[in-house]
């Protein structure tokens, strides 16, 4: 028997970015040409930004999923090393790092636009796990071959499971009746049953806790016969992007803790509210410090 060598909070497996946001008056129509306010670049994804506000949250991270050998990778790399990301389990090669294009309106709305060129999820032998252990594995979706490997070949006895579902495509769906917890967005529950709380009462029925993230609306969740919901922070929201992200890692975080469930649905909430009064994913990502100040001023009946 194998002796562990490396143990996280949180191993973070799936998609990784570079975003440029723009800063809009409004949504370009045909035609418009159209001035940014601000442009920001920095690096992005669901797993990446869960493995940094892992990171700043205190606990030991690890991301694990492919940046290409380009400018965009490089710079993602650095910003995940910088945060304290363990960044041994991330594959370098020549097709590009994934690039987002986020326009986003005064009011935080905002329109994505996203390019991968010939990038394809990694090969399911292509990272090596033996001797690591982790309270907590993120998954996003975006590398299926690598977590269905992981999913079927490990002994997860005492490892959580968590699937950020952002939306339904194949990785998603693979992924979705295999982890502890599904933790969706509403777009998510809208394209698997039409409705949020058929979907919540149809995959509760597969999963053992399923959680929607209804945005400003807060979440509504059920963990086997139980159910609830809880509401949003109030916040001035300025930027949506990576709202989702930033509640999915201090969800992750959160079960690694070994937090309560009330509790756990507070730190996640106030961490996904925190991120949308800042611009960027990234840096709207909160700090422990920012995390528990949200948390002291927020008492949700």
């Known amino acids: 028997m194998s002796e562990t060598l490396i143990d996280f909070a949180v191993l973070c497996l799936g998609h990784a970015s570079y975003d440029l946001v723009f800063s809009v008056p409004h949504h370009p129509a045909e035609d418009e040409k159209l001035f940014a306010d601000s442009l920001l670049g920095c690096g992005g994804g669901p797993a990446a930004n869960a493995a940094v506000i892992v990171a700043r949250l205190g606990f030991k991270s690890a991301f694990a999923g492919y940046l290409g050998r380009d400018v965009y990778g490089e710079s993602h790399l650095q910003e995940l090393q ?3 990301v363990d960044t041994r389990f991330v594959i370098r090669g020549d097709s590009p790092t994934p690039l987002s294009a986020v326009l986003v309106k005064p009011d935080g709305k905002r329109a994505l636009l996203n390019y991968k060129g010939d990038t394809q999820p990694l090969p399911t032998e292509s990272i090596d796990f033996v001797g690591i252990s982790a309270k907590c594995i993120l998954f996003d979706g975006h590398e299926p071959h690598i977590s269905l490997q992981l999913l079927n070949q490990r002994d997860l006895t005492h490892t959580a499971t968590v699937l950020d579902a952002g939306s339904l495509h194949a990785g998603t769906r693979a992924l979705m009746d ?3 917890y599904l933790v969706c967005s509403e777009k998510f529950a809208l394209q698997y049953a039409g409705d949020e709380r058929t979907a919540l009462q149809q995959m509760a ?6 959680v929607i993230t209804l945005g400003e609306r807060g979440l509504i969740w059920q963990r086997g016969q139980e159910c609830g919901q809880l509401p949003a922070p109030p916040i001035k929201a300025v930027d949506s992007t990576g709202a989702g992200d930033a509640f999915h890692g201090a969800f992750a975080a959160a079960i690694a803790a070994d937090m309560d469930w009330p509790e756990t649905l507070r730190y996640a909430s106030a961490a996904g509210a925190y991120c949308c009064t800042q ?8 700090n422990k ?12 009946v």
Do not use: F
């Open 82 to 84: 910088l945060a304290g």
């Open 178 to 180: 295999k982890v502890d």
């Open 289 to 300: 410090q920012q995390l528990q100040s949200l948390l002291a001023s927020w008492h949700p």
């Open 279 to 286: 611009m960027g994913a990234r840096p709207g990502l909160p």
């Open 205 to 210: 029925a597969i999963v053992p806790t399923v």
